[in-house]
């Protein structure tokens, strides 16, 4: 889902794509997901300018912003492959345009394609839901039945998983700060699957690897239990309170985080596309819906994004003043986050996308089909929404496509005012210090938003990030983060970097001269890979051990036909039982292999992989751990035998290749009791 922001990949904790949104960022949201699309990552997508006023000349009215939509977008999706989008743009306190573009339906046999209409149609915001979730937490703050930064064990009725003695609030929860692993399983389904939420939240819950309030680390299962806490204390369903007190208090008349949808809006639904070209797919149960289970029209997300800015409308407020300035402020402070907090953070439910020196909050998200963000300007009284029903031809052209929207929208009415977009500013660190900084953060990154109990720490191995300290003290970033190509950065303030030409931060927090953390979006982090986990060191003891195993398989039907050829003897029984074991060791461990590739691919596809063959894969992979011991007395036999050097070589060979993808499977969990993901 969830990211669902897969925006905040390169791609984790998209929905669907939620291993694919991990492997962009590290990591990655449903729809849900993730986390939002940094409003700083260069567009990749090639969008023309509208016709008329210039970059950064315009005026922000309806006239103006629908031209320069309609120079944009249609072009673009044509070219990407996105079948369709819904776009609401406000100001100045009312809903300055709702604009469609492409097809609801593509049509196909006899039917019709459907172009988008923004009044009429739904789409599904994936992760932008965590933002009515903290509100509707927000309401009972206010209230006063919810605290902010009491521990919320003592509202929930079961036991929460916990690796430290700090409490867990409500607090950590809204800035994904909790300190939980990522989880994938149930994150997304189709029609039949359940949406219970007390089961989704204690069956085969994360663990949790982080302190709580220290390290940003993007979580679905957080906000899930933020949308129980609001289902626990007001005493009626999540979907049923988040309705009533958040949607309809908004004026959102066609808006539900209703699963299936209720009829009426059932004909409204706009189909979903893996890109413009392919058959639509089904209605996506969301398993945790506090998380990213919303369905909405372009409208209704304006009256929202108002009701975010504070505008004063028919309908009652969301949230007070006091409350409703809360929200909109940073939710953590140097007090928890140190250094990290010099960076972007998240407010109690929202990002910070500032660019232009203007202050900008937005939320992010995506489901496998849907792929949306939102974002508001408090100062300016502005916010856009924008949301498609495909990810395009490339693994990318979503995130760009929405990227070049919001950084176009920014740019266009909201310039910079002198050197505040970051372009050519100088740093403010002295070259010495600036150099011994960046000689410590050289290394080697992994996202925070990652799996390490289960099996799926493997994933941790794709999206890494190389840091490497340049000769003039800046920072060379491999790729940089939420994009795909590298950037340097430099020291502006001690532990705080800038892109160079941009606009992009890094913060660091080090301790003791080791990096613990560097912070690059508001709820996300790169954590220092270990050495023994270095990219380097496992691609060639995994390639090296695997090529060596298909090597000896292969040899194996060779060489009996050899020996039968010239007339040779089979080999005495000496040993025999060493080498039968070594040989089914050899198999266990290849098939194991397969079994794993197999099951990751079905996982990042959001499919579900069964119990039976997880634990199937585990005791092939166990049968090739355990393959090291008669491997071992099959070189010590074949040693005090004399057997020959190639035999000795092809045995040393094999004991290596079988304790090589055991070192593997032990360190990355493949052998862990749990198979949760």
Known sequence: MIDTDASRRPRVV??????????????????????????????????????GAATGTAALTGPDVEAWLDGMLPAAMQRTGIAGATVAVVGDGRILTTRGYGHADTGGGAAAPEPVDPERHLFRPGSVSKVFTAVAALQLVQGGTLELDADIAGKLDFDLPRSFDEPITLRHLLTHTAGFEER????????????????????????????????????NYGYALAGYLVERTSGMPFEEYVQRYVIDRAGMTSS?????????????????????????????????????????????MARFMLALLGEKTDDPALLDPPTLELMRQPGLDAGSLGTLAEGPRMSLGLFDESRNGHRILGHGGDTNYFHSHLQ??????????????????????????????????VDRYFPAKGDQSGAGAGGTVDAETAAEH????????????????????????????????????????EPAPLSTTPAVYEEVKPWLWREVGGQRTLAARVVDGQVEAIGFDSAFALLPVDPQRGTGLVASVLGASTL???????????????????????????????????????????????GWAVSLTAIMGMREVPTAVLRGVQVLQLVGLLGVLPATVRLVDEVRRRGGWPRIVGSALVLLALAGTGWFAVEFMLLAPSISY
């Open 14 to 51: 998209r929905f669907g794509a939620v291993l694919a949104t991990v492997a962009l960022v590290g990591v990655t949201a449903v729809g849900c997901g993730s986390g939002p699309p940094q409003a700083s990552v260069a567009p990749y997508v090639t969008i023309p300018a509208a016709p």
């Open 184 to 219: 994938v399983a149930g994150l997304i389904g189709t029609e039949g699957d359940s949406t219970d939420l007390r089961r989704a939240l204690v069956t085969d819950p994360p663990e949790q690897i982080f302190r709580p309030g220290t390290v940003p680390a993007y979580s």
């Open 256 to 300: 539900t985080f209703a699963q299936p949808l209720p009829p009426a809006l059932r004909d409204r639904m706009s189909q979903g596309y893996p890109n413009s070209a392919a058959p639509a797919g089904p209605f996506e149960f969301v398993g945790v819906p506090p998380a990213g289970a919303l369905s909405a029209p372009a409208p209704d």
């Open 376 to 409: 508001i300007l408090p100062d300016q009284r502005a916010g856009l929404f924008i949301s498609l029903n495909s990810g395009g031809n490339g693994g990318m052209d979503s995130h760009e496509l929405r990227q070049a929207v919001l950084t176009g929208f």
């Open 438 to 477: 960046a000689a410590v953060l050289a290394g080697t990154y992994e996202s925070s938003r990652t799996m390490r109990s289960t099996f799926l720490a493997t994933v941790g191995l794709v999206g890494r990030t190389s840091v490497a300290a340049l000769e003039d003290g800046r920072l060379l970033v």
């Open 548 to 594: 060596v195993l298909v090597l000896t398989v292969l040899v194996w039907p060779v060489a009996a036909v050899v020996r039968r050829r010239l007339g040779r003897a089979p080999r005495g029984r000496a040993g025999r039982t060493a080498r039968v074991l070594s040989r089914v060791a050899v198999a266990g461990a290849l098939l194991a292999l397969v």
